[in-house]
């Protein structure tokens, strides 16, 4: 398999959401439009690291029930679609732990169809691609996937990731080499 290239997203065949236009100005308080235009987001933040759908909902209705307790506090709206990325990060992180305690306990399978995570367009091969890199996800600890998913899936760049985690930029740094390590040894060896 060819070495992943860090600077741009390699799954754009995923399926999933598109951000809304960027020119859109919305008032803070009013939350109907702030969901209306950031939920796409949020959504395609959470699939991507999360990798299955069926816990989208719960996930968004969370994201936007903790970004609601907080909006007051926000001084700058121009920060709310980085804010609520954060917000979304750290609950995908906490939900893949709690599925990794779930699935130990037998109470979820661990087997699951990645292959419905492709864009309609996706060619065979590309959806057998990301079912064979969402088993790999699987098996990494969660925060590696999350900074792994954020880097190569949804092209953050790398300054912008620490903040998107909670943690310094050398600790997302190691998270991503380590992550990076696994992939392309899983994938050689799927």
Known sequence: MAALRPRAPHLRV????????????????DV???YRRYAPYVAAVAIRILGRDHELDDLIQDAFLNALRGL??????????????????????????????RQALHLEPAVFDYETLAAPAATPEQRA????????LDALPAADRAVWVLRHVQGEQLQQIPELCGCSLSTAQRRLRRAQAAVEEGLAHE
């Open 14 to 29: 995923l399926g999933g959401f598109e951000d809304g236009p960027a020119s859109a100005v919305i008032d803070a308080s």
């Open 32 to 34: 109907d439009a702030l």
């Open 72 to 101: 007051r506090d926000l001084r700058e709206p121009a920060a709310i679609k980085g804010w609520l990325a954060r917000i979304t990060v750290r609950l995908a992180i906490r939900r893949l732990r709690q599925r990794r305690v």
């Open 129 to 136: 691609l990301i079912a064979r890199l969402y088993r790999v």
